[in-house]
């Protein structure tokens, strides 16, 4: 059943939703994290063409990438601060119309300045949806808040696979205009997310009662030292999944191409389904933390992966697809049971932990691919392989976050 919200945004007991209308509203919101998702994919699948239309520097290529990440990663904990104590029901379909103008003068930017400030809006359109559409997924739950999670979440992965395929098959070969045609897609988000903000409106309309009972439950046993050490151990776990993830979905095509002389299209199903593996292991994770608990997915998911991770630099190409499959399930599955770990450990602040870990994990993505590459300039891919398998060791911090109390499935 769903609940009407409290002052912070958190379900209440006041009002009675059927499960089918919240599940409607969940997929809405997985389905909008896609279309989200494969325009942001946009960009950088544009570089080749952008650098060779313009004369593009790889300097100035990275700059493009720092404007559409400053603005995707920085600015979500402060949009998650301010919709947790300002709900505004309506600016799900503001973000996406950012997005849609982003692109706009993507679409006719003729000067690397404009390149930059059509990304930032497109990120700073990324940054309003994330946070807000987790905080909103957490209320459309039922109780089922890593069920919910991995279902908004999924949304996401498959949308960040599409954008590169889409941009091949309609930009690359026609040119830079043609980024109109995705105008259709954010027109549709915009229309989609104006009806979930009129429920989310309604929602905060119903009449709401200032008793404990309705205020979100806090763990009074942990003092703020144990919180904010638990928030930095849920951090560099985040560091080692998005570090490792982004060599994987950055590199692994140049990785079996060099140590293995694949094709570039047999390097490319490879990626692909490493990728869909990811998106498989995203909607397990949150139910399994429902049902078992959050810290032993993230135990799982973490320091669990480490055995295969490990063996990938040793393993043959076959091997190889195998190992990344079993990687891509366990390894995606933790951002959920974090997400959801890290809400339940500081109640009363959805909006703000969601734009502060979506945020981090945009941001470590962004900058880890960069610093990759760079000691893949100076070392080689299969080096860079061979250290990263070492980071779910990281995972052995999990044995520093508190058992948390919660009532699960209701």
């Known amino acids: ?70 603005t995707a990663s920085l600015l979500q904990p402060l949009v998650g601060i301010f919709n947790d104590r300002r709900p505004r029901p309506y600016s799900l379909a503001t973000g996406m119309g950012l997005t849609l103008l982003g692109l706009v003068l993507l679409s006719q930017a003729n000067t690397f300045h404009l390149l930059l400030f059509s ?19 957490r209320l459309a739950s039922g109780g089922k808040h890593g069920f919910a999670q991995s279902l908004f979440q999924v949304g996401g992965n498959l949308g960040s696979s599409l954008g590169p395929l889409l941009a091949a098959a309609v930009v690359v070969p026609r040119g830079q205009a043609h980024l109109l ?28 009662k200032a008793s ?22 849920l951090i560099v776990l985040i560091f080692s999944k998005y570090i490792y993830l982004t060599s994987l979905t950055s590199y ?22 490493f990728l869909f593996a990811v998106a498989a292991g995203t909607i397990l994770g949150g139910p399994l933390g429902d049902r078992y608990g959050r810290k032993y997915v993230i135990w799982i998911s973490i320091l669990g992966v480490a055995p295969f991770t490990l063996l990938l630099p040793y393993a043959g190409p076959g091997w190889s697809l195998v190992l990344t499959i079993i990687i891509g399930v366990i390894l995606a599955s933790a ?59 990281l995972g052995l911090l999990t044995v520093f976050l508190p058992d948390l109390e919660v009532d699960r499935g209701h």
């Open 1 to 70: 059943m769903d609940r009407a919200v409290t002052a912070q945004g958190e379900p209440s007991s006041s009002s009675v939703t059927p499960q089918t209308a919240l599940l409607r509203i969940l997929l809405a919101l997985s389905f909008s994290h896609l279309l989200n998702d494969t325009l942001q994919s946009l960009i950088p699948a544009l570089y080749p063409l952008l650098k060779t239309s313009y004369g593009l520097s790889f300097a100035q290529i990275g700059m493009i990438t720092f404007a559409f990440q400053v």
């Open 335 to 393: 951002f959920s049971a974090i997400l959801v770990y890290a809400q339940e450990l500081v109640p009363g602040k959805v909006g703000l932990i969601a734009g502060l870990f979506f945020g981090f994990a945009f941001g470590i993505a962004g900058i880890g691919s960069a610093l990759l590459g760079w000691l893949a300039d100076h070392t080689s891919i299969a080096h860079v392989f061979h250290l990263c398998s070492f980071l779910p060791l």
């Open 212 to 233: 404990a009972s309705t205020r979100p439950a806090g763990h009074s046993t942990l003092t703020r030292g144990r919180v904010a050490v638990a928030l930095a151990v």
């Open 119 to 137: 990304s930032a809006l497109v990120g700073l359109g990324s940054a309003i949806f994330h946070p807000e559409a987790s905080r909103l997924a």
């Open 252 to 273: 692994y095509t140049f990785y079996l191409i060099g140590k293995f002389g694949l094709s570039v299209q047999r390097a490319q199903v490879y990626l692909f389904i």
């Open 181 to 208: 045609w995705f105008t259709l897609l954010a027109f549709l988000g915009i229309g989609i997310l104006w009806r979930v903000g009129r429920w989310y409106h309604r929602s905060l309309a119903q009449p709401r």
